[in-house]
């Protein structure tokens, strides 16, 4: 653990700001899932790709409060750098909310010309129309949860999309004119091999989009699959498939820049990148976290928390604001930047967290020493292993 400084934090002062909104709806719940997401009340088959108006409209007026709120808690104003729109499923909106939902973010917070905005869509619940409203309000940057193009696969991920829908949902955005398109998807699939795996970024690199997400599954507790636990590959398979992906996006001309992140050349997420540089963002929607770091009456961070589940958001919302300790600056700062294969520079640390270069030496020679990072005077970075096994490395705190 770093040793304590006597004296208050010195934080530089930011006049940026990121915009994160919450919405915790689903057509269904997928069974590795443990976002605050939950599925909306289906009377008869066809599955309803929409939300009840009522429920929508109250939300949307709830959201606003909500964002009207932390600009008032804000010690000066800031102008509005990045908005991401995540779930859930936020194409579940109306083309009525979402004008609703942007006119008020331009009265409280507004979006500037570079203002990058990003919105989630599941291919299950992806229509031109929603897509081109999005598009109409500001939104620059769609990102489309393909997670596989298997219909097995997606069928045993319990997705309510199929490859088709995955096809036509990115042929909509591009028709809708998103110019910024992120896919995610998923690796070590229940009883995949590295060929289908191999397949799936094939197809993903084929539509030619602006960044990839690439993530391993993980089994996560209160999901259906850490109840019911599928048949997940070999170690040595999911290594393979590890391996050999980063190498097939690298020769796809992708470069990874964050674990799981692959952009085209300009392409970055800004959106995450502040979250990974420490940056300071206000969260708004059930279970949305804030960061926001503030110079009086002494420099300090506060980590802001809603209400979680949606009812209770709507109905007796709370706002949970916590100090961060300085004991808890490293690690909170570390289990970011460290996710960033360029890492961090000891400016930008210091900049971000008051704290001084000297508390991060000790982390730094042990963690240097077992291979984990590499670091000179000015800069600190993991190593290809250290991105491979983050969490080991964040435990050497
Ligand atoms: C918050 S989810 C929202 C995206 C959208 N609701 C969807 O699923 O289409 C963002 C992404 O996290 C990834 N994800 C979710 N749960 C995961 C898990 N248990 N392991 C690995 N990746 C996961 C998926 O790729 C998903 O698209
Ligand atoms: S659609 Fe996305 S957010 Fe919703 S349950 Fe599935 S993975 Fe979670």
Redesign the pocket.
């Given at each position: 653990m770093s040793k304590l400084s006597a004296q208050p934090l010195s934080l530089a002062k930011t006049d940026t700001i990121a915009l994160y909104i919450h919405i915790p709806w689903?057509i269904k719940k997928?069974p590795?899932?443990?976002?605050n997401?939950h599925a909306i009340k289906q009377p008869v088959q066809p599955l309803s790709t929409h939300l009840d108006p009522e429920l929508e409209s109250a939300y949307i007026k709830r959201l606003l409060s909500d964002l009207k709120n932390e600009v008032r808690e804000l010690e000066t104003p800031r102008r509005l750098s990045s908005i991401f729109i995540?779930?859930?499923?936020p194409s579940l909106l109306s083309e009525t909310a979402i004008k609703r939902l942007f006119t008020g973010i331009n009265q409280f917070l507004p979006l500037q010309a570079d203002t990058e905005c990003t919105v989630?869509?599941?291919?299950g619940s992806s229509d031109i129309n929603c897509f081109k409203a999005f598009r109409e309000a500001g939104v620059n940057r769609l990102?489309?949860?393909i997670?596989s193009f298997s219909d097995a696969a997606l069928k045993k991920l319990g997705?309510v999309h199929n490859k088709a829908a995955a096809y036509r949902a990115f042929e909509a955005a591009r028709a809708a004119e998103f110019e910024n398109i992120n896919l995610?998807?998923?690796h070590g699939l229940p009883g995949q091999t590295i060929e289908a795996a191999m397949s799936d970024l094939d197809q993903a690199i084929a539509l030619n989009s602006e960044h990839l997400?690439w993530?391993?599954?993980?089994?996560?507790p209160n999901?259906l699959?850490y109840t019911h636990r599928p048949d997940l590959p070999a170690e040595q398979t999911l290594w393979n498939i590890y391996r050999t992906g980063l190498e097939y996006l690298q020769k796809a001309g992708f470069k990874r820049y964050e674990i799981s992140a692959f952009k085209r050349p300009g392409k970055a997420c800004r959106h995450n990148l502040n979250y990974w540089n420490f940056g300071d963002y206000i969260g708004i929607g059930a279970g949305a976290h804030g960061k926001i770091s503030f110079q009086t009456p002494q420099p300090g961070i506060h980590r802001t928390l809603k209400t979680r589940v949606p009812n209770d958001y709507l109905n007796t919302p709370k706002r949970i604001v916590n100090l961060i300790q300085e004991e808890d600056l490293l690690l909170e700062y570390l289990m970011n930047a460290l996710r960033l294969v360029e890492g961090f520079t000891l400016s930008s640390f210091s900049e971000s967290t008051g704290l001084s270069q000297n508390q991060l030496q000790p982390f730094l020679n042990s963690s240097k020493s077992r291979g984990l990072i590499q670091f000179d005077q000015n800069h600190v970075k993991p190593t290809p292993l250290g991105l491979r096994y983050l969490d080991d490395l964040l435990l050497m705190i």
């Open positions: 689903c997928c590795y899932c443990d976002f997401s995540g779930g859930g499923t989630e869509a599941n291919p990102s489309l949860g997670q997705r995610d998807l998923m997400s993530y391993q599954l993980t089994i996560e999901t699959f």
